[in-house]
């Protein structure tokens, strides 16, 4: 969802957020993308030690965000998730032994003897245990992902994971700021500086883009955006083949109220055209929110006028009834919905 600043682009997106969640969709939605970029606390090397796929590099964690994620998750879903199970399986890829172990209840009190003396063989005994038959529902792991920081990334990882890859409960991801996202970053880590920027003839400290945090790689997963690693090509905003949600969808929203370089949002758009129109774009759309026209906004103001916003609450309809108010609150505000909200209040 792209506009400017002010037309609304954040209300569709939570529009469209409670009509999911009313027709029984699960949804995580994340409205605040500014803030996930810059305050994460700190970052840690993936335990289970993940990779990107596509070139081997080591992911990383943001446990802080990601146990709040899963709390919120939890809180507007519980019901439906508790419904959901997975299996020891489902969780290797993101966890490590002793994560799955405490995950699934298939800790034992001998782990201490299988890990001491065979080292990584009695890791790997741990692990064929945690990867039984036993199973956990999505909400009694997201309730440890929400309770724990060592837990919360894998159990993040897991429940998307699963979530994006059945067909049995409709899911969307909904995510407003999502261009924060690829503006300058703001985690950094010495593992990823080190081993990625030795070759380099000046080496430099480089920010880690959103595809190298385990948090938002599922986000740039979906819309096959991510952002140039150390400048190599420029960099903005890059197409990549999507990674679709078997039933459901992903719906972001750019922001222009927040300090984003305009190369950065630009470069959104141009990625995802250019990608369409070389025929590898995949499903996906951009919607422009544009302003209210002269009759909207006749329509706007009558239901200002009818549930009491600002002024209009005691002018007894004089407001609506005149065209020149009317004319020249369209006028002031340009059919831009805040700004017209502000006209009316003040």
Request: charged content about 25%; proline content about 5%.
């Amino acid at each position: 969802i792209t506009g400017g600043r002010g037309v609304g682009k954040s209300a569709t997106l939570a529009a469209v957020v409670a009509s999911a969640r009313t027709s029984g969709w699960i949804v995580l939605y994340m409205p605040e993308g500014d803030r996930l970029r810059r305050h994460g606390y700190y970052n840690e090397p993936n335990p289970a030690g993940r990779v990107d796929e596509e070139h081997g590099k080591p992911l990383f964690d943001l446990p802080v965000l990601a146990r709040e994620v899963c709390g919120e998750l939890l809180q507007c879903h519980g019901e439906e998730l508790g419904r959901l199970e997975l299996t020891g399986a489902d969780l290797a890829e993101f966890m490590s032994a002793s994560q799955i172990e405490r995950a699934t209840g298939t800790e034992s009190d001998d782990d201490e003897e299988d890990d001491g003396g065979d080292g990584a063989e009695g890791a790997e005994e741990r692990r064929k245990r945690a990867l039984g038959t036993k199973t956990v529902s999505l909400a009694d792991l997201l309730k440890i992902g929400s309770e724990s920081n060592s837990m919360s990334s894998g159990c993040y990882a897991a429940a998307l994971s699963y979530l994006m890859n059945q067909d049995e409960v409709p899911f969307l991801i909904a995510v407003d700021q999502f261009n924060c996202l690829y503006d300058y970053g703001h985690y950094y880590n010495g593992e990823y500086n080190g081993k990625m920027e030795l070759t380099l003839p000046h080496p430099t400290l480089t920010p880690m883009p959103p595809q190298r945090m385990t948090l938002f790689k599922p986000l740039t997963d979906a819309m096959g955006l991510i952002k140039r690693e150390f400048n190599v090509g420029g960099d903005t905003p890059d197409s990549r083949p999507i990674k679709p949600i078997k039933r459901g969808g992903i719906i972001t929203a750019s922001t222009e109220s927040h300090a984003v370089a305009r190369r950065f949002t630009d470069g959104m758009v141009e990625s995802i055209t250019s990608a369409e129109e070389a025929g590898h774009g995949g499903e996906r759309d951009i919607v422009e929110v544009t302003p209210y026209s002269p009759l909207e906004v006749e329509h706007v103001l009558s239901n200002f006028e009818v549930t009491g916003v600002g002024r209009l609450r005691f002018d007894r309809g004089d407001t609506v009834s005149s065209e020149q108010e009317v004319a020249y609150l369209r006028s002031v505000s340009g059919g831009v919905g805040q700004l017209l909200l502000d006209a009316c209040i003040v």
